[in-house]
């Protein structure tokens, strides 16, 4: 069985929205960060699925974000199909947004996560930054140049 890394295609689309469905609660797109996601085209270079056989089994979508005047990319969401959790397919997804992101300009990386899972890839938690409610403030978590950026995260319709 072989995995292999793709950048996500318009085609694929469907395919991953039904893995997000399967893996996450329904009304998950009612969640704070689907808010900041509407209506703002993903950074498709950054969104990745894992294919094995032809089958969809990770996938992992980016979305720009502001926090004030700066810019960061929204990681999530991020899906392991339940018959693949724990073979280290989500942290093949993750490490390849962090390897490419900067080489695309992005300087930071912004989440919503647990902080215990998200900490082994340098994630931490962002006391100055601010998600939408009802997000859990413990939650929110930023990877790479976090200097000087303070606020509430609004939508990014560059």
Same mark, same amino acid.
């Given at each position: ?54 089958? /969809? ?28 959790? #724990?073979?280290?397919? #989500?942290?093949?997804?993750? #490490? ?6 900067? #080489? ?7 989440? /919503? ?13 962002? +006391? +100055? ?15 790479? +140049? ?6 509430? /995260? ?5």
């Amino acid at each position: 069985m072989t995995d292999v890394i793709a950048q996500e295609t318009p085609a694929d689309w469907w395919e991953v929205e039904a893995l997000y469905d399967l893996c996450f609660a329904p009304g998950r797109t009612a969640l704070s960060s689907y808010r900041l996601r509407e209506e703002v085209p993903m950074v498709a270079e950054l969104c990745y699925l894992i294919r094995t056989e032809g089958a /969809v089994h990770g996938a992992v979508r980016n979305w720009p974000v502001r926090i004030g005047d700066a810019r960061s990319l929204l990681l999530g969401p991020i899906a392991i199909h339940p018959t693949r959790q #724990g073979e280290g397919l #989500g942290a093949a997804l993750m #490490g390849r947004v962090l390897r490419e992101a900067p #080489g695309l300009g992005w300087e930071r990386i912004l989440l /919503v996560g647990d902080a215990p899972y998200y900490g082994r890839f340098g994630f931490t938690k962002l +006391d +100055d930054v601010v998600m939408p409610p009802p997000t859990n403030p413990d939650r929110v978590l930023g990877w790479g +140049d976090w200097a000087g950026i303070a606020g509430e /995260v609004t939508r990014d319709s560059d």
